[in-house]
Nanobody
Framework: QVQLVEAGGTLVQPGGSLRLSCVAS????????MAWYRQTPGQERELVAR????????HYLPSVKGRFTISRANAKNTLFLQMNSLKPEDTGVYYC???????WGQGTQVTVSS
């Protein structure tokens, strides 16, 4: 059974940092491309960052490039999203995604507010 479990979301002040994690099970994680999405109520879910199976190729939403870093620890079946210099517009539910197979995590809430 494929499972993606996100963690790390919380309330954080503008300018602060958070590190999200996604622990994967039920498939060969090291062979899978992975991605982070986010969604605010009333808006479409948007791709935030993606990473190739080896971690050698990364892509970022322009508004987060330079602030966010996607990474992975294949030996631990874990995907990360390091978020720095957070802005209120970064608020949303962040979802772990395996795009090759369409699997999603349950999401973790990130709220950036003073």
């Amino acid at each position: 059974q494929v499972q993606l479990v996100e963690a790390g979301g919380t309330l954080v002040q503008p300018g602060g940092s958070l590190r999200l994690s996604c622990v994967a099970s039920g498939f060969t994680f090291r062979s899978a491309n992975m991605a982070w999405y986010r969604q605010t109520p009333g808006q479409e879910r948007e791709l935030v960052a993606r990473i190739s199976n080896t971690g050698g190729i990364m892509h970022y939403l322009p508004s987060v490039k330079g602030r966010f870093t996607i990474s992975r620890a294949n030996a631990k079946n874990t995907l990360f999203l390091q978020m720095n210099s957070l802005k209120p517009e970064d608020t949303g539910v962040y979802y772990c995604n395996a795009p090759d197979t369409g699997h999603w995590g349950q999401g973790t809430q990130v709220t950036v507010s003073s």
